[in-house]
């Protein structure tokens, strides 16, 4: 996984995949999936970035215990 932030359009993108996306499907206003032929979800773009998220919340992570019991 690779996070992006572009200050200049104030945009998020979160890849989580490789892979090419081939469509994007809008979830809520400025909050899209990237999807392949698969509908496998590539990556998440959020738009107006800063209204929407604690982009100070970014620089840290915290990985959960059940994330690897599900590996």
């Known amino acids: 996984m690779k996070i992006e932030y572009d200050q200049e359009i104030d945009a998020i993108y979160i890849k989580l995949s490789s892979k090419k ?8 206003e400025g909050i899209n999936l990237d999807v392949n032929d698969a509908d496998e979800i590539i990556g ?10 604690k982009l100070k919340s970014f620089s840290s992570y ?4 059940e994330l690897f019991k599900a590996i």
């Not at 996306?21 to 809520?28: H, L, N, R, V, Y």
């Not at 915290?62 to 215990?65: G, N």
């Open 62 to 65: 915290e990985l959960s215990k």
């Open 44 to 53: 998440i773009e959020i738009l107006d970035a800063s209204s929407k998220l």
């Open 21 to 28: 996306p081939t469509g994007a499907i809008e979830i809520k």
